[in-house]
């Protein structure tokens, strides 16, 4: 067992100390449940601003006089910042501390909602989005630092298991808080209750946190690293988000995905020469690392991917309110709220690797049984699905984590935590963008037929383009004037090959769950999560 080394006295002078070595912290500042709680709020901020947005757009659009375009940059800034940004700003903790890098970023983050809302254009809505994914970078990672370095190993998995439950939770009850909000008050608030979340967050972190640095910390910056890997995720994002706009046989898709391959290439080759790398590539020896960073992946594309359809499938074919179709969510939300915990002990008593195989293959038996889904399905069978979805993500969410963070070394920690929340942003990135692909070529193969056998007239190529673009999200395309009963021919075709598009991408997302099934077979639990609890408080 390897030991670590502290200073005891003030002096400099180290002494060394092993796992055994760790007593409880007393009092307030760095106990380890308060300082869940407390990175549990600063989490729960940017975990809810993904999926909560969404439900403001219109309402900003209309208010702004923004463009359709305009609008989508509210999310796409965000994101990109966010998933850009991560690993970075996991190694600013590692060399800064996680509790500076994570009060940095709530308050932050905070400010920057606080500026949206008292926004009156579009532009400065989008600029200060970025900011909020900047920020948004800087306290995801330092909060798994913070744990990882707090939890001594045995209540590791507990702990990281509620904090999946926060994100999940907060992710999945987005559209119903937004629904609430937009509904009842403005879409301002939806930015501006990040403002009181954020400043208890930061009372909390400045009593409670500790700061945890590892002894052999890295103590300079490898800038030509950096701006390599955020060149070549930024194309490689930027290529996922433009992909359903510009056509995946688009030159442009192309160039920005060849021009982030070459950025990778240049980054891993950079990494072996720089005395200090970003990521020392020798973190993926690790099989059961770098299988964890897959897995994330890979399920982040079946989750996310399937969700994004799921709403469209309960708004506009079922006609549900945003806030209803978020209540029809809860079994999901739900589960994963009971399902997280409850996997961090089993993950505890048995290790990753069932739990995680389990999971991913009840996951896969909810995107199958949602590929069932039609027109009018009642609430019931969905629930079914929805929760055991849930149930089935909650110890992905725990244990992927968990294998990452824990197979890393202590002073890679906030490293560790950046490519978890990389790979999972990527990996939703992916979903949208893959299923979202296999669903447009379904639908527009599909509709002419479905559209000529229900007797409708014919149209043109381009009245057909736009007819597809928005039977693609579950929208009708009737025109005003029309007759009610041509109107309830159209609604039939348009949900018919709304539900044939998103049943084939619920399969594609199936066979994605099942390919990480095989994945989680090669995890297994954190070599050096031990030594978590024994580092240097600062």
């Keep these: 067992m390897t ?15 092993t796992p055994s070595d760790r007593s409880p912290s007393s009092g307030l500042r760095g106990h380890p449940w308060f300082t869940l709680i407390t990175v549990a709020v600063g989490v729960m901020m940017v975990a809810l601003d993904g999926t909560i947005v969404a439900i403001a757009n219109p309402a900003i659009q209309k208010d702004l006089k923004a463009s359709f375009a305009d609008v989508q940059w509210i999310t796409n800034g965000y994101f990109l910042a966010l998933a850009v940004s991560l690993i970075t700003a996991g190694k600013l903790g590692d060399r800064f501390g996680h509790r500076q890098t994570f009060l940095i970023g ?79 008050v403005n879409w301002q608030s939806v930015f501006f209750i990040n403002v009181p979340v954020g400043a208890l967050a930061l009372v909390l972190g400045l009593l409670i946190l500790r700061d945890h640095r590892a002894e052999n910390a890295p103590r300079s910056f490898d800038i030509l690293g950096i701006a390599l890997l955020s060149g070549a995720m930024f194309c490689l994002v930027w290529a996922l988000i433009k992909a359903p706009t510009w056509g995946w046989g688009d030159g442009k898709t192309w160039t920005f995905i060849a021009a982030s391959l070459i950025g990778f290439v240049l980054f891993s080759f950079w990494e072996t020469k720089v005395r200090e790398p970003l990521i020392p590539l020798n973190l993926f020896r690790s099989i059961p690392l770098s299988a964890g960073v897959v897995l994330m992946v890979l399920m982040a594309i079946a989750f ?114 950046g490519l978890q929340q990389a790979a999972m942003q990527i990996g939703g990135s992916l979903g949208t963008a893959v299923l979202g692909a ?53 609604a039939d075709v348009a949900h018919d090959s709304f539900i044939s598009g998103m049943s084939l991408a619920s399969l594609v997302a199936c066979g994605v769950a099942v390919v990480a099934v095989f994945v989680a077979l090669l995890t297994k639990r954190g070599e050096n999560a031990e030594a978590g609890a024994g580092a240097a408080h600062i």
């Design 3 to 17: 030991s670590q080394t502290i200073d005891t006295t003030g002096s400099g002078d180290k002494a060394p100390v």
């Design 106 to 184: 709530v308050t932050g983050f905070a400010a920057a909602s606080g500026a949206i809302g008292l926004s009156s254009s579009i532009a400065a809505v989008v600029t200060f989005r970025v900011f909020q994914g900047l920020f948004g970078a800087l306290l995801m990672p330092a909060a798994l630092g913070l744990l990882r370095a707090t939890f001594p190993a045995e209540k590791l998995n507990m702990a990281i298991g509620i904090w999946g439950m926060v994100i999940g939770a907060s992710t999945a009850g987005g559209p119903i808080l937004g629904g609430v909000l937009v509904e009842h």
């Design 304 to 417: 996310m991917g399937g969700l994004f359809f799921v709403t469209f499938y309960l708004q506009n074919v079922h006609g549900m309110s945003p806030i209803d179709a978020g209540l029809h969510l809860l079994p999901l939300t739900g589960m994963m709220i009971v399902g997280s915990p409850l996997a961090g002990a089993m993950i505890t008593k048995l290790g990753p690797r069932i739990p995680l195989a389990g999971g991913m293959a009840a996951t896969a038996i909810a995107m199958y049984g949602m590929s069932t889904l039609k027109v009018d399905t009642g609430s019931g069978l969905m629930a079914v699905w929805f929760a055991l979805l849930g149930l089935g993500l909650a110890p992905v969410m725990v244990g992927a984590t968990e294998v990452i963070v824990g197979n890393a070394p202590m002073e890679l920690s906030g490293v560790a935590g």
């Design 438 to 490: 296999v669903m447009a070529s379904k639908v527009d193969s599909d509709l002419p037929a479905n559209w000529k056998d229900a007797g409708l007239p014919q149209l043109t190529p381009a009245q057909l383009d736009q007819a597809s673009e928005a039977v693609q999200v579950g929208v009708a395309p009737v025109a005003k004037g029309t007759p009610e009963a041509i109107a309830a021919k159209i």
